[in-house]
Structure formats: C-alpha cells, structure tokens
C-alpha cells in the first residue's frame, strides 16, 4: 500500500482549514502530495492615475496596467506576444464580465481585454463579452477559452464577490449554489461549459465594496479609490489576496476586525475539497506593481 506523507504544503494548507473547522465546522479533508507545487503568482498593480477626481476611468492607464501584469506573468517583453501563449487564433473566447448595477466591470477593461484578444489573432466575431446571457450566448455555448473579469466586492451570500463567484451564472439553477454561505460554488467550474476553459482571470479593485447590509445593498461611502487590479491564472489565489485586503480595509475603516457576514469560505473551500486553486497566501506569490501608497497588502 502507498505509504501517506503530508508535506509542507499540507501543513500549511492546514492551518487554513483547521482554523475555519474550529470557527465554521467545516469538513476538511487534508491530502498528501507526493511533492512540493511552485507558488502561484498573483500581479497586483495600481496606478494613481487610472481615475481621475470625477470617477472617470483612464482607458489608456488601464491598458497600460493590463500590458504590464501580463507581461510580468508570462514573462514576456511585449503584451501581445504575452497573450498569444494562452490565447490561439482558433479559439472562440468569451469574456466573463459582471453586470451588477452599482458596481459592474467597467466598459473600459472590457474594451481592452477584447483588444489583446483581437491582438492575439481572433476574429472579432469570434469574441463574446456578457454575463447574465452566458447560457444562451453562441460564443459562450461554443467557447474554447474564457477570459474571466469582475469587480470585488461584499456579497450577501458569499461573504464575497470575486472570480470564484463570477462563474455563477453559467449555472442552470444559480440559488442551488447559495446554500452554506456559497460553500460549493467552486462546483460551477467542474461544468462542461467552463471546465478547464479559463485563461485569464482578473479581479478588478479600482474601487472595492468593503462592506454592505443585505442582498442588493450598495453605498458608496464603503467604496474607496484603491486603483488597482488584481491578475492571473488561478481564481482561487486571486479572491484569497482580494479577500485579504479587504479584511484590511475593513479593520482600518472600523478600527478593529469586523469579520464578514457571512464569512467567505468559500474560497478555501474551493481549494481544499474542490482542488480549483490556491487558497493559502503562503503558496502564492504576490508581486507588487505601481503605485504604492496605502497599499494595505
């Protein structure tokens, strides 16, 4: 019989899940690996500049923030030659926005996104953006690969709206997710419609919610300009440093932790049981772009 060893990771990973067990009940599994995975990267930049004093988004920052986190990681000098290793001109790609009112994906990273995508060798008539459309849209329906990008946010069933939760409307029943704070939405992405589809996801933070009471509330008073976006490949790892730092935001705010209600397990959850990404800020490698005032993290 296979002799079972849990590795450093394990441990690590343990610590996340011990600590939502005590405070949750939650039935964590930890596994053994035969050896060591590399941290996943997570680029975070910000630009001071990226919207001006009457909340006007600066598309030519916004492309140049874009260009920047996908150059840096993929390794790549020039953005375009960056976007052709995960993007083929054969493929048919959808891009996953968010359209909720008072705080959708803004026009402007929606229009760069398609640009690259264009760049990379796409037809135009081969590219889709929505959300709330996916299951009836013929790009989404016949997609190769999806490019995934929302704002963050509180959220009234999930602790949190991040690239995990974006997948929820390709979905046939959405309110089957919402049961335990959202604990299993990592499932959507084990549908055929997304499964192993995602390149891309960005988790935009150009002016975060950090707090809300109930199912549509919204007041710009827990909004703040962070002007930054967060960029990669793993959802997971993405909504754990978005997680993070509106945690931070929220004790500078209060003045002390306020935990969110309900707490977003969702995301360790999604690493833990359903192996989607990465949840533990240990394994992940934040590297930091920009502007760096009141940077939090």
């Known amino acids: 019989m296979k002799k079972n060893v849990i590795t450093r990771r394990d441990f690590l990973r343990g610590s996340v899940a011990t600590t939502l067990a005590v ?3 939650l039935p964590l599994e930890i ?5 060591a995975k590399k ?5 975070l930049i910000r630009d001071a500049d990226v919207i001006d004093k009457r909340g006007n988004i600066n598309s030519k920052v916004i492309q140049r923030m874009l260009d920047k986190s996908v150059t840096t990681l993929f390794r790549k000098k020039d953005p375009v030659e960056a976007w052709k290793i995960f993007i083929k001109p054969d493929d048919i790609v959808g891009i996953k926005s968010n359209a909720w009112g008072p705080l959708p994906t803004p026009k402007e990273i929606e229009s760069v996104l398609k640009k690259r995508i264009i760049d990379a060798g796409v037809p135009e008539g081969n590219i889709g953006i929505d959300d709330r459309g996916v299951l009836k849209n013929r790009i989404f329906l016949n997609s ?10 509180t959220h009234h069933w999930s602790g949190v709206g991040g690239c995990i939760k974006n997948y929820i409307m390709f979905a046939p029943s959405p309110p ?7 604990a299993n939405l990592a499932a959507v992405w084990k549908l055929p419609i997304v499964q192993d589809k995602t390149r891309l996801n960005v988790l935009v933070l150009l002016t975060p919610l950090f707090h809300g009471i109930g199912a549509h509330h919204f007041d710009s008073t827990y909004t703040w300009p962070y002007k930054g976006i967060l960029v990669g490949t793993d959802p997971v790892a993405l909504d754990a440093v978005g997680l ?17 209600k309900p707490p977003a397990k969702h995301i360790a959850i999604a690493d833990i049981k359903h192996k989607l990404g990465t949840s533990d800020l240990k394994e992940i490698e934040l590297l930091k772009l920009g502007w760096m005032e009141e940077i939090l993290i």
């Open 244 to 260: 993070k730092i509106l945690e931070l935001k929220r004790r500078a705010y209060f003045g002390e932790d306020v935990f969110l």
């Open 23 to 25: 405070t949750m009940g």
């Open 176 to 182: 089957f997710y919402h049961p335990d704070s959202c």
């Open 39 to 43: 941290k996943t990267k997570v680029i």
């Open 144 to 153: 190769t690969a999806l490019v995934n990008v929302r704002p963050l946010r």
């Open 31 to 35: 596994k053994a690996e035969e050896e």
